[in-house]
């Protein structure tokens, strides 16, 4: 879900060329849930193989990872680890409206209503261990680094950018803001034409980064406060906020009350876990130094074993792939990947 504040930041649009040579720390489940939502077909059935096993999430990242490395882009992957204790009530409920929807999926289906099918599938996607897996050892053989962080992979992004190992944290989800990322690109992984939901239209989706700084001093908050708004509204460990708060209410309630304590003891607070451990746990969340940000050659004979001799992908499709990756190289005056990586 995330943070509930698109209506409150105004992102700048950029291309992906603008990140050409940057080191971007990639939200890997919210990119893979993405994937495994949205690449689907007519009737709002996933990719898969002969044998039935979903490939939609290795699909979006294989090709649309090798776009982005084709543009001179060094993403890295960030895994989620374990959550805090206090999300375990969101994580049943997901997992209960994820339930819900594929039961109307399955009704859709019935009545051969097939655009009204694929909404409901994609919001009953799941992202098992073993998809999650088969992702690692993915970009293990695309030679592109991936970290597994102790609990958030928001968390951990976002402490990297902080050090300065990556130039920007890149997910849908606003959450990277409240972990301090100083810069936050979305629709990476989504640029191009998209349809509107339940709507036979399409837009162009941009690349599109939020600065930090910039938004704080234009709102005109510290960045603790612009945590306890995102409290106010919800997030991940209090979903839905407080009732009649939204992002403009909220934000209004902050600038006027300031400290944490005028502003909470201000509301009527339901939730089972307290507002200061839900903040606590933004301005400190598990993270970690020990990881290594190597990019390497792609080994293409791992490649293909795994993507066409076991889930049977295009051969032809996926060399052609790692060629323009090359072939880019080559014509940048490099001899070859390993110049690159």
């Known amino acids: 879900m995330g943070v509930a504040l698109s209506g409150l930041f105004e992102p700048v649009e950029i291309s992906i060329a603008n990140l050409s040579g940057k080191k971007v720390a990639v939200d890997a489940y919210n990119t893979l849930y993405q994937f495994v939502s949205t690449i689907r077909q007519y009737d709002g059935s996933p990719l898969s193989d002969s044998k039935g096993n979903i490939t939609s999430h290795l699909s979006g990242l294989y090709y649309r990872t090798m776009n982005v490395m084709k543009q001179g882009v060094k993403p890295c992957f960030v895994f989620d680890g374990k959550p805090p204790a206090f999300k375990k009530q969101t994580v049943s409920d997901r997992i209960n409206v994820r339930e819900q929807a594929r039961k109307a999926y399955e009704k859709a289906l019935e009545e051969e209503d097939y655009e009204k099918a694929k909404s409901k ?70 640029t191009g034409k998209r349809k509107v939901p339940n709507k036979n239209i399409y837009v162009q989706v941009n690349p599109e980064k939020i600065v930090l700084k910039d938004e704080l001093n234009r709102l005109k908050l510290f960045h603790d406060q612009l945590i306890m708004l995102g409290i106010l509204v919800g997030t991940d460990y209090n979903p839905k906020g407080v009732f009649g708060l939204g992002p403009k209410k909220a934000y209004k309630l902050v600038l006027e009350k300031k400290s944490f304590d005028a502003v909470f003891s201000d509301v009527e607070w339901d939730f089972d876990i307290s507002p200061k451990e839900i903040f606590d746990f933004f301005k400190n969340p598990p993270v970690i130094d020990d990881y290594k940000l190597n990019w390497r050659s792609p080994n293409p004979d791992k490649i293909f074993e795994l993507l066409c001799e076991k889930h049977e992908f295009s051969q032809t499709r996926v060399s052609n792939a790692l060629g323009k990756l090359a072939n880019l190289r080559k014509k940048e005056g490099q001899t070859g990947l390993d110049k690159f990586f």
């Open 121 to 190: 599938a994609m919001q009953s996607a799941r992202l098992t261990s073993e998809m999650v897996d088969e992702a690692k050892e993915l970009l293990t053989y695309m030679g592109v680094p991936w970290v597994q962080a102790p609990s958030e992979g928001e968390a951990q992004a976002a402490h990297m950018c902080l050090k300065g190992d990556v130039y920007a944290s890149v997910s849908q989800d606003y959450d990277s803001l409240l972990f301090k990322t100083p810069l936050l690109v979305r629709n990476l992984n989504i």
